[in-house]
């Protein structure tokens, strides 16, 4: 029993989302009052500890989390505004779980990994690292959405500080760049919001915000939009289009990806972590839980638009990726290939593309913030992140490069590494309806391997050119703890995904179902959802004991990449 | 025959016109006292004592008069003189009457010390202060064209003054002849418009104009027109906005605050009366008027701030924009509508005066900290002012949830909900042009922030600021409202009593809305 046990099912998420933000607002408070002022180890200690325990409560939430069930869990809702339909209600189900739990567990990491990298304005900087974690959270639990909505734009504030206080030279036009581009998107989709809350009240009557009715009432999910036959800002396709802008330019897709290589580059090591690991997830995680079950008649018809793009995207970003002078430039380029991925096999609209994408969401989080944190590591120490001022890295730093190695193909996807399974998911998901998309793809990830190993030889391998590089000290104790952290859950993964994937099985049928429920209303393209094969019933018992589908098809592909 | 005369429903106006009579002769007799030094009074109070009491007398009835207004914000509507209702005391009067006197509280606490570090310290600023209030007061509870004409002249020649009122400032005298001229300009306009409408209909009273008002007399549109360009050029809406930059840049720093925000507040809440009463029967031929007006303000405003490099300028084309936003409202015309507006006034009076205190602290000698580079590193010499300044910038930006983002919030629900309710799509297009002018406006709230955290002060030049007690009180209020209205919109003020600022706006919108 945990201390942590105690805490109410209806309050867990709560204490979960708001804990970074009390433990930083308790910070402030003690500062005002105490002299002399707090030293800033002591802000880092409390912030590395909250972090630590913060974590503790996305396990928790694990923990009571039930895999059997589709719909939503852990639900607290009050009511926030009244008469506004505004409510404060948060929950938790398959599809955000791992999410949030990525999240918690990466803040402890990256705090650790910037331990003595932080030295200017060490209060703030913790200020902002908790605050952002508390946007973040709320962002994955939120089901109303103007909670939703209010946490989406929070998170963008520190965010602009983070980047623009602790950046490189170019910090200011990179962190005004990332967040002007990214409200551009989020307030179009205010607006589609907001069109929404009136069409469904004009259907039941009701002035609500909830995106998933409560206890029985309708929410904005059970609100009918048509494909066509009204006006056209209530169709699908253009609500569709304002939902999807908000996402893309988060992810990013293809033609929106711009600001992600100026604002990556820019950033200090622990924002570039977190930034690639968990805030680019908050796109994609849109998409799944609300673009495609409120429109599913508009994203199955631009589905071939969005693939296209996705394919765009992982072949452009690989190509990129392989002329980057710059480490951090490249792996920069390699999330935007990555997350082409994941909007792939979300658009595949099968169980298999979407608990993939939903897995590989998760892998990108840890094996991307690895690679961030890792090529912190390297230029805490050269001041250069320029792959020609490298070279023999391996003599000096063998530990180091070990666990580079390690993470670099976790990224490019070795089989036994988390990359493999996620990325395998989603191409035998695509490969389904669209089989031109997934050979393409898999283009991207022999060009992964290219850009990745080619960086991992110039810097690490060969002789020692320069001379600084010979006096290179290996990780200490704290940066081997921060790798060894990240290197476990990608074995894990890598070997057993089952962990993850059963969890994710009951919600994403649920959410297969409505798409099925709702594209049926509208009668387009039905045929593609009808034409999925039929999945096996939930398994009643919990995956140990089961002997699960999904797990079969993966031993096997286990064995036929040994051969 | 005695008239029917009702003064307790002009109580909170009686304050402040009292103040403004009373203002220069207090500082008249305690200036006479102190220079003769006869009395033991005379002996014991020094200038800076008297200027003290000014402000304290000031404050004083003006939140006598705030109390009064809300006290009684539920009482049905009043009338001062029941046989000629040339104003009306209802819901709107009163919720534009306590933004109004929120917004002069704060300049006044705000103004004492800059104005001694202008070397200006004169009561009559006060006087003239109040003086304006009186008519901007009165602009919101006009029923008549008559009322109206002189209560926005009775609000609009004292501002002249005051921004006037750094004599040796040879800004401070282009802006009030500036301003004097294009307000004059403006005045004369609304005067023949109502002329015209007088000669169509017969009647100065808005509800009678309503009854005949023929939309095919071509006298009655050029005069409501007219009353309408008056109006652009009093809240500085494009393409009547050109005078606003100079006359904000060149005016005292506070005097500007209270121009940016309750000159526009009585204007817009004359504007809604006028507009929701007297010309209702033209709202079809004004909806098209006020849909270019709201649209090229918010994108003129928008796109000229971010090129500027002197703050006051930078908000003066902000305010421009901000205009633009609550211009939306007027074109959604219905309850929802005018409620977002007045509620939007509220946010946008904490969010403006909030940053324009910030500059009036960083004024030390009579310099000003113009250009938005000379804030650089203001997060160490006045790390408060820092974050009210951030604050605000944010909150101007429409960033959640700060209490900027909520104004903006119902003006689109408003907009949205009357769009679906008649199936319009140029209200869903002037909604995205709104959100899409947000995002433009970030470009240019986003440097404060920038310039303040993110480059190191330089030097001499960095902003040296210690604010009086006052000042800081107003820092906090600002910053607690931006916040406050922000987290619990519902719940703000609960302290005071239960209001509730939303549903107070749609009370005070219903009062107008058909």
Redesign the interface.
Known sequence: MTPLAAIPDGLLLSVTVFWPLAVVVGLLVLEFFSSPRLSDRIWRAAAFAASLVGFGLTLEVWARFDPTVGGMQLVQRTS?????GINYYLGIDGISLFLVVLTGFLLPIVLLACWNDVVKRTKQFVFFMLALQTGMLGAFVSLNLFLF??FW??M??PM??LI??WGGPR??YA??KF??YT??GS??M??GI??L???HR?EFNVLTLDYIGFAGAPGIADTTVRMSGD????TQTWLFAAFALAFAIKVPMFPFHTWLPDAHVEAPTPASAILAGILLKLGTYGFVRFALPLFPAAALEYAPVMITLAVIGIVYGACVAMVQGDVKKLVAYSSVSHLGFVMLGLFAFNLTGIEGSLLQMVNHGISTGALFILVGMIYERRHTREISDFGGIAHVMPVFATFFLITTMSSIGLPALNGFVGEFLILVGVFEHYPWAAVCATSGVILGAVYMLWMVRRVFFGPIVHEANRKLLDLSLREKLVASALVVPMIWIGVYPSTFLRPMDASVRTLLATIEARGGETGSRLALVQALPEEPPVPEALPESGEPAQLDRLDRLDEESGE | MMPNLDLSAISPMIFVAVGAILLPLLEVLLARMIERRRSWLGRTVNREMASTAIVIFTVLLLVLALLRTVGTFDLPVAHFNLDHPMIAVDQLTRFLNAVLLISAILTVLVSSRYLADIGMDHGEFYALLLASLLGMMLLGAATDLIMLFLALELMSIPIYALAGFQRSSLKSNESALKYFIIGSFASALLLYGCALLYGATGTVELAEIARGFDPENPLTLLGAALVLVGFAFKIASVPFHQWAPDVYEGAPTTVTGFMATAVKVAAFGALIRVVAVGLQPGAEIMYGVFWWLAVLSMTVGNVMAIIQQNTKRMLAYSSVAHGGYMLVGICVGTQSGYAGLLFYLLVYTFMTIGAFTVLAILTRDGREVSRIDDLAGLHETHPFAAIVMTLCMFSLAGIPPLAGFWGKWYLLTGAVERATAIGDTSLIVLAVVLVMNSAISLAYYLRLPVVMYMREARGADRPDATAGALQTTVLWVCALAIVLIGVVPGDFLILFGDYDLIASARVAASAVSP
Not at chain 1, 80 to 84: F, H, Q, R
Not at chain 1, 231 to 234: E, F, G, L, P, S
């Open positions: 926030w505004i009244e008469g506004y909505y209010v734009e929070v963008l504030i602009y500080f623009g206080i910090r200011i962190t005004i967040f002007i409200m551009v307030l179009l205010l607006v907001i069109v809350v009136y069409m004009a006006v056209w800002w209530k």
